[in-house]
């Protein structure tokens, strides 16, 4: 069975530029949480889904962060106007259920970086 | 920041030995995660306490949650080299799951 995929894997955007980052969650996953890594720290929360309702976007950074799940499976994290700031690790995890309390499958992460 | 805090940030142990990480996370809970990254690899599920629970096993792994401190400690016994990695504890409420800073744990051979 597939795990959760991400891609590409790594991205290198100038500054300015737009940049879609892709996430194929677990077939039938409810969950479906973005996080941001930077260099030696742990995950930060970005946005959480359950099926295609983004029911919290509060970690996303600025509006320039954008993220969607259409149809509840294939997300995508969108970041206009990229700054060297959001260099880092883009992490896609889903759950199964609608809740806490049930691992989370992480993706290996996109790796941007802005120059 | 929203993260939680973990203590030491790292730590470097003979093979055999155990080591101990510890959390500490900021709001009321329903549940703990501790999570793996090894170098170049993604986050592995290792173990989950509900917020009801004092204390979990899993093979080498044994982790405490004390609610009234706000706090969880991982302990990993008879270290293997292959335990070398990045640990992270996760705090969750309803779905949200607030990530730890992180122990880099080093298993000399």
């Known amino acids: 069975g597939a795990g959760v995929s991400q891609s590409p894997r790594y991205k290198v955007a100038k500054r300015g530029q737009d940049v879609a980052l892709r996430c194929d969650p677990i077939?039938?996953?409810?969950?479906l949480f973005w996080y941001q890594q930077a260099l030696g720290q742990g995950p930060e929360f970005l946005t959480y889904?359950?099926?295609?309702?983004?029911?919290?976007k509060s970690g996303l950074p600025s509006d320039r962060f954008f993220a969607e799940r259409p149809e509840g499976s294939v997300s995508t994290l969108k970041i206009q106007r990229t700054q060297q700031e959001d260099s880092a690790v883009y992490l896609c995890?889903?759950?199964?259920?609608?809740?806490?309390?049930?691992?989370?499958?992480f993706g290996p992460g996109t790796r941007l970086t802005v120059t | 920041s929203q993260q939680g805090e973990e203590d030491p940030q790292a730590l470097s142990i003979q093979e055999g030995e155990n080591a101990t990480m510890n959390c500490s996370y900021k709001?009321?809970?329903?549940?703990l995660q501790w999570y793996r990254q090894n170098s170049g690899r993604g986050l592995v599920h290792l173990i989950l306490?509900?917020?009801?629970?004092r204390e979990k096993h899993s093979g080498r792994l044994r982790v405490t949650l004390d609610t009234s401190k706000k706090s969880s400690s991982l302990l990993i016994t008879a270290s293997r080299a292959a335990d070398t990695a990045s640990y992270f504890c996760?705090?969750?409420?309803?779905?949200?799951?607030?990530f730890g800073t992180g122990t880099r744990l080093k298993v000399l051979a």
């Open positions: 306490i509900r917020s009801n629970e």
């Open positions: 889904f359950q099926n295609e309702a983004q029911l919290d």
């Open positions: 709001t009321s809970i329903n549940n």
């Open positions: 077939s039938g996953h409810v969950s």
């Open positions: 996760a705090s969750s409420g309803t779905y949200k799951y607030i």
């Open positions: 995890a889903s759950s199964i259920a609608g809740t806490s309390g049930y691992e989370q499958y």
